[in-house]
Structure formats: C-alpha cells, structure tokens
C-alpha cells in the first residue's frame, strides 16, 4: 500500500506552490501517493484525525501566515482538535531581510501543530529568498533526508 502524504500550500505569489510541484514530482512514485491542496477555504478538518502532511507555506505581513493559510491557521487555534496521531514536516518559506520574522509562517504552524500533538518529522526546511537558492531547489535536497526520516518513523522499507 503507498503512504499518503498531503501537502498543504499557504503562498500569496505562488512561490510555495512551485515548491509542492517540485516535491509532489519528485515524491509521487509508487511508494508515495501526493495529493497538493492550497490552503484557500480549508479549517482544522482538512488533517481529519490521522495522516502524514507537509506544511509548505511563506510568511507575510509582521511574520503571518499568508492570507490563504489564515483560516486553516486560525481554525487549529479555535478548535484545537487532537492531532496525536498526525505526522508532520514543514517547509517555511521566508527572506531574511525580515530578520525578526524570519519564517515565521512556517513557524506557526510547526508550534500550533505541536501543540495539538501531531509530531513532527525531521528539521523544518527554512527557506531564505534573498539567498539567491530557488525555493523549489532548496526543497529538492531537503526532501531526501526527509523521507528517510519520514522511512524511519512509519516503517516503510528503503
Ligand atoms: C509584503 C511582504 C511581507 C513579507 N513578510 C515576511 C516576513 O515577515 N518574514 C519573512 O521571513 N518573509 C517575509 N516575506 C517574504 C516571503 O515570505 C517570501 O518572498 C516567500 O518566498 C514568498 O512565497 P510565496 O510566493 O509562496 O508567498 C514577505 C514578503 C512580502 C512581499
């Protein structure tokens, strides 16, 4: 049986988005079923009560989510469902111009996550815009060290 993963998008310039292309390309084998889905409409339900996910979204405003991840974000917070049995990563997609809010789209995610006990896997993948690494290529040589976590932690083989 291939594992599912959802890959959640919250982008406000499509930056994020390239990123779920790339990774759901890479990832969509026979090993691994990817299904991409923007964060536009979505609340807490979409983690449902169980699953792996990967979180890929940018930061905006004074360190926010992006505009299309503010439901979804604000849902978790008010419904606080138990997300013990959900596995996570995340790429947090950022510049470092903003220095005191560097990723912290990703961010919040990742500590609201937490919280509600879903457990994440592997390092968050912080990517910084003005370093001049495409966001796409940064994620393409974070995701393989993060399926061998991934391998690992749900006891699929190599
Ligand atoms: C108006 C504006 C505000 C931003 N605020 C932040 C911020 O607070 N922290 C940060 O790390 N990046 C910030 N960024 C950078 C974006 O998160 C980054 O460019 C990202 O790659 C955009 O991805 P997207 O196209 O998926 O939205 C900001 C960018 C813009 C245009």
């Not at 919250?10 to 988005?17: L, P, S, Y």
């Not at 990817?34 to 890929?56: E, P, W």
């Not at 503010?70 to 947090?92: C, F, H, M, N, W």
């Not at 003005?130 to 699929?156: F, N």
């Amino acid at each position: 049986m291939p594992l599912d993963l959802t890959i959640l998008v919250g982008t406000m310039t499509g930056n994020a988005q390239f990123v779920a292309q790339e990774l759901e390309l890479l990832l969509d084998d026979g090993e691994m079923q990817v299904r991409t889905r923007l964060m536009d409409g979505l609340d807490a339900d979409a983690f449902g009560s169980a699953g792996l996910f990967l979180i890929c979204t940018s930061t905006y405003g004074q360190g926010d989510v992006p505009d299309n991840a503010k439901q979804l974000y604000e849902s978790l917070i008010a419904t606080r469902p138990d997300l013990s049995a959900v596995q996570y990563g995340v790429v947090a997609l950022g510049d470092r111009t903003y220095a005191e809010t560097f990723c912290n789209g990703g961010r919040r995610f990742d500590a609201i996550l937490r919280e509600l006990g879903a457990k994440r896997i592997g390092e968050v993948l912080f990517h910084d815009a003005s370093s001049g690494v495409l966001a796409e290529e940064a994620a393409s040589g974070w995701i393989g060290p993060w399926m061998e976590r991934v391998r690992e932690q749900v006891g699929i083989p190599a």
